[in-house]
């Protein structure tokens, strides 16, 4: 069901479901999306390597903060991939805008790879790589709503949720092959190793798997909905209509999202560097950390995924926020209390199954709430102007607030903040869909 901006419901995705399995779609869109996250996170469990190597500073944490601050830095573009990715996507196509987006990461990644440090080239150094992370973004931002318009327009209308979910499923297996990958070349080599060359074959990694993603990615099928849609339906200029008719599920929509990925970068992405600056903990356990996370993420994606389209979406949500917002804080003291590698594993287990029961339904919701002929843009839009807001600067905030608080649990109160926000955004989402509803029985 698609709500306009006045609270009506016009029906979209008509469409018969298409008479073979999806499958063989999904998991094109699933390998190439998790190429995609795995070139997004591995900068982030680099970024104390990176930051020495890059951003060199005689005070440590302004080091760091430059370091964390450029992962950020890529998420400022994500809004304008999603922009003209999106509405690539609404205009060319789905399948397109998918080849698009991975080549674009591909550039972005090779910059990474090849840049010269900061003693070998100056101030042209990082340079490179703030574009090369801008140019990741721009990828990124048009991925989202691309993919999951695939994975949707594909699938069954009654188990969306299930294959929207794989969206997420995809990311937490992009997470575990670059903690993995941190994890090993932590193990295997040297700190000097490791700066010197080490943390290249890191990015090296996606490099080489990209090709592949491009392939699959070039001999896969248009959806059916967006090849139904007639000249006279698709939208010149689909930024235009969803601002105009879909304001308000798009300001909801990343509502929605937004504790649900600030906990996500929180404890995801920011975490193997907390637990080695903050509770001292090896940095090989703590990528381990983040394995243990994208591995249930993994593997309960789906399931909530399927929940969703038994129990509903927001139900779902609603209350996977509420324990996100009231257990964040007692993780954090456990955490700081015992200071301990199967501390850190405990933690990480509950933070990975909650990560996936408010995550998982998001793709399938947001897709609900957007016709097909806006779908990608407002998918992108909605989902990426929340994870830039309180997702992609979440390590460079907590790093601030730890250092301008002294206090260790400083990200628990940044969840919590953006929990609060979400459940209300589920509750004012709910309000609107049963109105809807109503009127159209009406």
């Not at 399948?95 to 440090?117: E, N, Y």
């Not at 850190?344 to 609900?368: E, K, N, R």
Request: glycine share 8%; charged share 10%; with cysteine.
């Amino acid at each position: 069901m698609h709500l306009n901006s006045s609270g009506r419901t016009n029906n979209i995705s008509a469409a018969a479901p298409a008479p073979h399995s999806p499958w063989r779609e999904i998991c094109a869109a699933s390998i190439g999306n998790a190429l995609e996250f795995y070139d997004l996170l591995i900068y982030g469990y680099f970024a104390i390597v990176i930051s020495k190597l890059f951003f060199p500073s005689h005070d440590a944490t302004t080091s760091l903060l430059l370091s964390v601050g450029t992962f950020g830095i890529s998420f400022v573009t994500r809004p304008l991939g999603s922009i003209v990715l999106g509405s690539y996507a609404d205009r060319a196509g789905r399948k397109a805008s998918l080849t698009v987006s991975i080549s674009l990461m591909m550039l972005g990644t090779a910059m990474i790879v090849f840049a010269p440090t900061y003693e070998q080239l100056g101030l042209a150094s990082p340079l490179i790589i703030i574009v090369a992370r801008m140019l990741q973004g721009f990828s990124t931002g048009g991925e989202f709503g691309a993919s999951t318009a695939f994975m949707v327009e594909h699938a069954d209308p009654k188990r969306r949720g299930f294959f929207a979910s794989w969206q997420m499923s995809t990311q937490g297996l992009a997470t575990v092959l670059a903690a993995g990958v941190a994890a090993l070349l932590s193990a295997l080599l040297s700190l000097d190793q490791l700066n010197a060359w080490g943390w290249r074959v890191a990015f090296a990694v996606g490099l080489l798997i990209g090709p592949v993603g491009l392939y699959i990615r070039r001999n896969i099928d248009e959806t059916a909905d967006f090849k139904k849609l007639g000249t006279a339906q698709k939208q010149k200029s689909p930024l235009r209509e969803v601002f105009v008719r879909n304001r308000r599920n798009l300001l909801l929509g990343a509502g929605v999202v937004a504790a649900a990925t600030a906990f996500n970068y929180v404890h995801k992405v920011y975490m193997p560097t907390y637990a080695v600056k903050q509770l001292h903990i090896a940095a090989t356990f703590s990528f381990l950390g983040a394995v243990v996370t994208g591995a249930i993420e993994t593997v309960a994606a789906p399931v909530v995924g399927a929940m969703s389209d038994r129990f509903g979406r927001l139900r779902v949500m609603l209350w996977a926020l509420l324990l996100v917002g009231t257990t964040t804080y007692p993780l954090f003291v456990l955490l700081n209390r015992f200071p301990t590698v199967g501390a850190l594993f405990a933690v990480q287990t509950v933070v990975g199954l909650l990560i996936t029961a408010s995550l998982a339904p998001v793709p399938a919701l947001l897709a609900d709430i957007f016709p097909t002929s806006t779908r990608g843009t407002g998918l992108a839009l909605s989902y990426n102007f929340s994870v830039t807001l309180f997702g992609g600067f979440a390590p460079l905030i907590v790093t601030w607030l730890i250092d301008a608080t002294h206090s260790k649990l400083a990200p628990s109160f940044y969840v919590m903040a953006t929990a609060t926000l979400s459940v209300a955004a589920v509750v004012a989402l709910g309000r609107r869909m049963t109105v809807a509803r109503s009127a159209a029985t009406a």
